[in-house]
């Protein structure tokens, strides 16, 4: 097969990217704040535990890493077609600095995922079992991704940017052939997003029970204002409308799955932090005052998620020069 060198001045740009998130956050910011939820939703299903599951596509990323420098390439089934994935060597030090998580808790974490059988040593060598590949498969990230880059692709295109409208079916297919490298991406840029809020929120159970709050306000703006306008103007909205409804308790344990008993000492320090507010039906909301903690986060993310995707867009432009 023939390589074409692929034309610089087609190349998409993560700033371009960037810009259209920002002038079409209403329609884009209620996809992915959503798709997040998910995310967290799953993560949390998987060990019950968000540094758990943490540390797990830490190690993963490390042997995608060693995979990357050594120029190998793996699809999404040769990645997961054998019984065991070889990590990097770590030890409790590393995993309690990288992860931001106290050594004795990174210690107590790792011995029950070896307990588990998740992580198993043989020799010198560190494996991840095929047991927690139920756990960690990515197959509902990838969907969900691939249709939100489908959708950022067709606003992409109205804007001239890039050639051609990006299905989501073939969105999937260029990930899941390209898993190695783009799933390297996506890591580098989920795991410093949840290092990021767990350094605001001071543990991600918290940050977990926040988001379902911003979820349910981003949908609940949607049924009333119907706005079509640029994410700083959206998300004041969201912020200063009274009338839009907040959410109980019971509402936010059953869609993150963590217990009830759990969430509810979560949100009453999300209120005493004033990260949010509760009514006499016992609805949490947002808070105005956190708008301005909240703004400069949330564009860093954002900035991480223009990165990722123009680097997919880029893998598909040149898959798809390479097939001509």
């Not at 998409?12 to 329609?27: A, Q, R």
């Not at 580098?188 to 926040?210: A, C, G, R, S, W």
């Not at 998300?235 to 009338?243: H, Q, S």
Request: glycine residues 2%.
């Amino acid at each position: 097969m023939k390589n074409i060198i692929p034309d610089i001045s087609r190349q998409i740009y993560k700033e371009d990217i960037k810009k259209l998130i920002e002038n079409k956050y209403s329609t884009l910011g209620p996809l992915w704040v959503n798709y997040q939820i998910e995310w967290m939703n799953g993560i949390y299903s998987s060990f019950k535990n968000h540094d758990k599951f943490l540390i797990i596509i830490y190690l993963l990323k490390k042997t995608i890493d060693v995979y990357s420098r050594s120029f190998v390439l793996l699809s999404y089934d040769q990645f997961y077609e054998r019984d065991t994935v070889e990590i990097k060597k770590f030890n409790i030090s590393e995993i309690s600095y990288e992860l931001n998580i106290p050594k004795e808790s990174a210690r107590r974490k790792i011995y029950e995922l070896v307990k588990l059988g998740v992580i198993k040593k043989n020799k010198k060598k560190f494996l991840i079992d095929r047991f927690c590949f139920n756990h960690v498969k990515p197959e509902n990230s990838i969907k969900r991704m691939a249709r939100f880059l489908a959708i950022l692709s067709n606003l992409y295109n109205k804007e001239n940017f890039i050639s051609r409208k990006i299905t989501s079916s073939e969105l999937e297919t260029v990930i899941k052939n390209n898993f190695s490298y783009i799933w390297k991406i996506y890591y580098e840029m989920q795991i410093p997003m949840m290092l990021t809020y767990k350094k605001v929120f001071k543990d991600l159970e918290t940050f977990h029970i926040f988001g379902a709050c911003v979820v349910n306000q981003h949908i609940r703006i949607e049924k009333l204002n119907n706005l079509r306008t640029h994410r700083t103007n959206y998300l004041g909205a969201i912020f200063l409308d009274k009338k839009i409804q907040g959410i109980n308790a019971m509402s936010i344990s059953d869609i993150t799955g963590i217990p009830r008993a759990t969430a509810i000492r979560k949100l009453q320090k999300l209120v005493k932090n004033n990260y949010l507010t509760i009514d006499e039906k016992k609805h949490y909301r947002l808070t105005g005052n956190f708008a301005k903690q909240l703004l400069p986060i949330q564009k860093i993310v954002l900035d991480r998620l223009a990165n990722f995707s123009s680097k997919v867009f880029n893998s598909i432009e040149i898959s798809s020069k390479n097939k001509t």
